[in-house]
Structure formats: C-alpha cells, structure tokens
T-cell receptor
Framework: QKEVEQNSGPLSVPEGAIASLNCTYS??????FFWYRQYSGKSPELIMS????GDKEDGRFTAQLNKASQYVSLLIRDSQPSDSATYLC??????????????FGTGTQLKVEL | DTEVTQTPKHLVMGMTNKKSLKCEQH?????MYWYKQKAKKPPELMFV???????INESVPSRFSPECPNSSLLNLHLHALQPEDSALYLC?????????????FGEGSRLTVL
C-alpha cells in the first residue's frame, strides 16, 4: 500500500463547477496535511494546510480531513481554467527525525474546461 | 512571488562537468531541503538540513553533494552526473519544527545532463 494515494486523473470539470480531489494515507499517526498546486513546468505552491478533523475554507478552496478514515480532500468551488494544474497531496508522518519530511502523493491532474 | 530563490533557473552540463545549484531564503526558516522531481512524478526528497546540520540523506549518490554555509543558504554541488539525473531540482524551506510542517518551495532549477 502506498503511503499517500491519489487518483492520477485527469479529472475534467466544466468551468464554474465544483472540483473534488481526494487523497488517502496509510500512517494513522500523521498530523499535518497539505495540498500543493503545481502548474506544468513550475514548482509546487502551497494552497491549503489542515491539521484537525473537519473543514477548513480559504476563498474558493475547502480542505476536509477525516483522520478516522485516513482521508483528506480538496474542494474547489467555481472552478476556473486557471485552476487547471496537478494537485499534490502531502502528509507529514508521525516521526520526521529533524526537519519536515513530507510524503507526497503522485498528484491528480485537474482540467477545467470552458 | 516565492521567497525561496534558486539559481540558475536552467542548467545544461556534460557528464564530466562540475556545477552547483544555489538556494537562498530570508524567512528565518531553520530547515532547508533539496528535492528532485522528474516529469509527471511527485517530488522526491534528497537532503534535509536542520539548523545547518545535515539531518536526512535519502541515500543519494555521492555525485550530489549538499552544503549549507549558513541558515539562509543551501547549495547542491554536482559532479559526474548521468543523463538520468536530468530533472527539476527544487529547494524548499520550513519554519522551525513547531509541528505545522509547511514547506515553501523555490521555483526550481531545471537541469539537463548531456
């Protein structure tokens, strides 16, 4: 079982719709969860972080965390073509041993269509 | 604009060359990282420096040599690389280990080994 799993996509949604991106993780002791957006050829950009169960909203983005189910998701409301990118889920394991050793999923490619 | 600056943005080198990648941050972060990313893959951790000491080496070949001259600077020295080392090399930094785990990436250095 991979430590962090995402559906690679592509996930295609029409402009204005809600895009739902999902991620599961294997380390039950994980405490910190992140979503990064990465445009083709560019570096990852942190868009959301979540640390406790429930929802966290920031503008058009909502992160949801369910530690019992080991599941984290990202909702993008009113999707725009500029949201087309690869979204990486990252998880901070229980033991990091100096520095923040994040484990990344393989990413979900999102395409927002006109 | 990212507050982690990487130079050069692009680098082409032969297998016998010696070159260096440089990274600088002025956010007061005390942990700095080198990641390697191949096309359509997630970032792979190479090295972590915590408080200017090497804390994690993910079994990286010795042809990659990291250096952390001070808390703001991180270098990656390259020597006798192979064509398969061609990739996007990402520098990142994170706040002192308070538990949040956020990583902030630079724009990356795209390396091509001929």
């Amino acid at each position: 079982q991979k430590e962090v799993e995402q559906n690679s996509g592509p996930l295609s949604v029409p402009e204005g719709a809600i895009a739902s991106l999902n991620c599961t993780y294997s380390d039950r002791g994980s405490q910190s969860f992140f979503w990064y957006r990465q445009y083709s050829g560019k570096s990852p950009e942190l868009i959301m972080s979540i640390y406790s169960n429930g929802d966290k909203e920031d503008g058009r983005f909502t992160a949801q965390l369910n530690k019992a189910s080991q599941y984290v998701s990202l909702l993008i409301r009113d999707s725009q073509p500029s949201d087309s990118a690869t979204y990486l889920c990252a998880v901070r394991p229980r033991i990091t041993g100096g520095g923040n050793k994040l484990t990344f999923g393989t990413g979900t490619q999102l395409k927002v269509e006109l | 604009d990212t507050e982690v600056t990487q130079t050069p943005k692009h680098l082409v080198m032969g297998m016998t060359n010696k070159k260096s990648l440089k990274c600088e941050q002025h956010m007061g972060h005390r942990a700095m990282y080198w990641y390697k990313q191949k096309a359509k893959k997630p970032p792979e951790l190479m090295f972590v420096y915590s408080y200017e000491k090497l804390s994690i080496n993910e079994s990286v070949p010795s042809r990659f040599s990291p250096e952390c001259p001070n808390s703001s600077l991180l270098n990656l020295h390259l020597h006798a690389l192979q064509p398969e080392d061609s990739a996007l090399y990402l520098c990142a930094s994170s706040p002192p280990d308070t538990g949040t785990g956020e990583l902030f990436f630079g724009e990356g250095s795209r390396l091509t080994v001929l």
